[in-house]
């Protein structure tokens, strides 16, 4: 496997991507770039319309831009095919959305389950218990999605987002669709993850007390970036046992 240029987890450079449509061309991203380093808090903000949802999307391999690359954890994306794109994307990244995105058919358990059930590994059980204790669902593990509020529903797509142990988190505006006290404690949830496990977090939001916690801040206009307060220093991993396993018991591709 290529190994990263430098440290970096994510790696944008130039990126753009244009719309067409008739003879009406739509720039929705032009010449983005930044890198973000292992176990880093990025906030994308900007106006509604920035560009942001599609800038997560060419980062986590999810679209394909009109120029630019994209390296996640040192794989250039355009040089995969979309089954490379979505080995990728299991192995080293997790996604958040608005919209919750759970399985109604499957209870809060088997949903946080699904990722490493689709790769075939067992004896996951423990460590989905485990992550849905951590965002303290440990009464609700057997719940389906409608018995669920939107912050607990959220929480759980938070659990599933780490199941596979990603490098890099990205989340799509993960409070937009919550109330702000419900907000609050989804954000409790996914920086306490990021913080145990050391994964790199790029999270899109108008939330601002998420983009507070932020360390950096990324600001989209017109699809630049019009702000980028920078890299700031990475806090060492607590190493949680939660969401550090042995290695013996990583999954594997
Ligand atoms: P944000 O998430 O910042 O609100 P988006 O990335 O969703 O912005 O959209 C940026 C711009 O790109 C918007 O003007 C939107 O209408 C346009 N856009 C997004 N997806 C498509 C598409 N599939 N086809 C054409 N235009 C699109
Ligand atoms: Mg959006």
Do not use: W
């Not at 944008?12 to 720039?27: A, F, I, K, M």
Request: hydrophobic share 40%; aromatic share 4%; proline share 6%.
């Amino acid at each position: 496997m290529a190994q990263s240029v430098g440290n970096s987890i994510l790696d944008v450079t130039n990126l753009t991507r244009t719309y067409v449509s008739g003879d009406r061309r739509l720039d929705v991203l032009r010449n983005v770039s930044f890198r973000v380093e292992p176990g880093e808090t990025v906030a994308i903000v900007g106006p509604s319309g920035s560009g942001k949802t599609t800038l997560l999307s060419l980062c986590a391999g999810l679209d394909a831009p009109s120029s630019g690359t994209v390296r996640l954890a040192g794989e250039d994306l355009s040089k995969l095919d979309e089954d490379g794109r979505a080995r990728v994307r299991n192995q080293f990244t997790g996604f958040v959305f608005q919209t919750f995105q759970l399985i109604p058919t499957l209870t809060a358990i088997e949903n946080v389950m699904v990722p490493l059930e689709l790769r075939g590994q067992r004896g996951i059980e423990p460590a989905a218990r485990r992550l849905l204790e951590e965002v303290g669902l440990s009464e609700r593990l057997h719940h389906y999605p409608a018995q669920l509020s939107g912050g607990e529903q959220q929480r759980v797509a938070i659990a599933r987002a780490f199941i596979n142990q990603p490098r890099i988190l990205f989340a799509d505006e993960p409070t937009g669709n919550l109330d702000t006290e419900t907000g609050h404690v989804v954000i409790e949830s996914l920086f306490r993850l990021n913080a145990a496990a050391g994964t790199a977090l790029v999270l899109v939001t108008h939330d601002a007390e998420l983009a507070g916690r932020a360390g950096r801040v990324i600001r989209l206009r017109g699809g630049e970036v019009s702000q980028d307060t920078g890299p700031r220093p990475v806090p060492a991993a607590s190493g949680s046992p939660m969401t550090r396993p042995d290695p013996e018991t990583r999954p594997m591709i």
